[in-house]
């Protein structure tokens, strides 16, 4: 058989094509904002992760010039060998003060955080419970580990402890778990989970992508949220969200990173974080310390958004987080929705099989701490207009 036949016999992407509804791809001609022009034409932009909206933020911008200016376009080689500049220990140190964690270890990417945490610290006789709706990079990882994966239903905390009432007490588990899960914005059962885990002697591993910078005090993330910073073990995180750059990171106890340091192989050979992408991530972290309340703005217009698609008669999610998913139901009445929305300036995210349940397709919605609620109503007006029709 002929390696290749998997491409040719790949035929839904050109499926969608043929109908007009295929939604990936679309080019961005500006920059990451709560308006944007893609395509030739303004939308406004509710399919962003730029959670606190630092990707046109000024001083951040302008923090990556100098890095660009200083340092030049990139370090050459890993952060094991000859890749570590004095700025990536500085935003380690700061993050792990910011977290209140001994130790932080940045990678170059927030996927490829979790496959060097999880492939580092998971061996050949432990195991790794997940979350059914985690991460494709938690599964990823798992991959990578010689471990053994399960897997429990979302939030079903009783599927969690039947997983591990089932692994023998002399195997090493570690628990992974999004904090903020990405698609439907609903926050981990982060106190069961330890619960649980103290129970059957695991550790815990937050995932905390769409919770830094979002939830808990300052947006310290799930953990504090909960106020279990101290139950948590691991929490990784990534910079493409909150911190507008690029990169991703682990905090934990100092000989928990100091291992990973030496024996995470997506850590040791990679390529370390850019420059200019470094001072981006340091900087974001440096305003958003000075200005604590930004989650809290952040929430607020996501709670309004909420409302307001409410009151305009469509069905969304309840959790108190910038991830508003709007249900949509079938696949490709999903598409077809996000297309026109899309004709009509608004920008979301189409999320089908298998990132949800088949017959629970959604248009993913997510806000920004620099929206304004004029703007949310404009953009409001439009989904209802397209989903239910105009009143």
């Known amino acids: 058989m002929d390696l290749f036949e998997k491409c040719r016999n790949y035929t839904i992407a050109n499926e969608y094509r043929a109908k007009g509804i295929y939604p990936y791809f679309h080019a961005l001609e500006s920059r990451q904002d709560v308006e944007v022009i893609m395509e030739g034409k303004r939308r406004i932009m509710l399919g962003s992760n730029n959670y606190l909206g630092l990707t046109t933020c000024p001083e951040v911008i302008e923090a ?7 340092y030049g376009t990139g370090c050459s080689g890993s952060r094991f060998l000859n890749g570590t500049l004095e700025m990536h220990l500085e935003l380690e140190s700061e993050l792990a003060r910011f977290l209140n964690r001994e ?6 990417t927030g996927f490829q955080s979790n496959l060097g945490i999880i492939s580092a610290l998971v061996g050949r006789m432990d195991y790794v419970v997940c979350d ?11 991959k990578l580990s010689y471990g053994k994966m399960l897997r429990y239903r979302h939030a079903d905390m009783d599927d969690l402890e039947q997983k591990l009432a089932s692994i023998p007490p002399e195997h090493g588990i570690l628990i992974v778990t999004d904090g903020v899960f990405s698609m439907a914005g609903d926050i981990a059962k982060l106190p069961k989970i330890v619960e649980l885990a103290k129970k059957y002697g695991a550790r815990v591993m937050v995932d905390d992508a769409h919770g830094f910078g979002v939830i808990g005090e300052g947006g310290r993330g799930t953990a504090n949220y909960y106020g ?4 948590v073990d691991v929490i990784m995180s990534t910079f493409s969200k909150s911190l507008a750059s690029l990169g991703g990171f682990m905090a934990a106890k100092e000989e928990i990173v100091d291992f990973v340091r030496h024996n995470s192989r997506p850590f040791i050979f990679s390529a370390s974080i850019p420059p200019a992408s470094c001072a981006v991530a340091l900087a974001a972290l440096k305003h958003l310390e000075a200005n604590p309340d930004l989650p ?3 929430i607020s217009l996501a709670n309004y958004a909420r409302a307001g698609l409410k009151a305009r008669g469509l069905h969304v999610g309840d959790a108190e987080t910038p991830i508003v998913p709007i249900y949509t139901y079938q696949p490709e009445e999903t598409l077809i929705k996000a297309k026109e929305l899309y ?3 608004v920008y979301v995210n189409p999320v089908l099989p298998p990132a949800a349940a088949p017959n629970e397709c959604l248009l993913r919605s997510s806000y920004m701490a ?3 609620e004029p703007l949310l109503d404009e953009a409001m007006d439009i989904i209802r207009d397209v989903l239910i029709g105009k009143p």
């Open 228 to 231: 279990l910073e101290d139950e």
């Open 64 to 70: 990556g010039i100098r890095a660009l200016e200083k």
């Open 132 to 142: 059914r709706e985690n991460h494709a990079s938690i599964y990823d990882g798992c």
């Open 103 to 108: 130790s932080v270890v940045t990678f170059s």
């Open 296 to 298: 809290k703005r952040l």
């Open 343 to 345: 004709e009509a300036g």
């Open 370 to 372: 620099t929206h304004t």
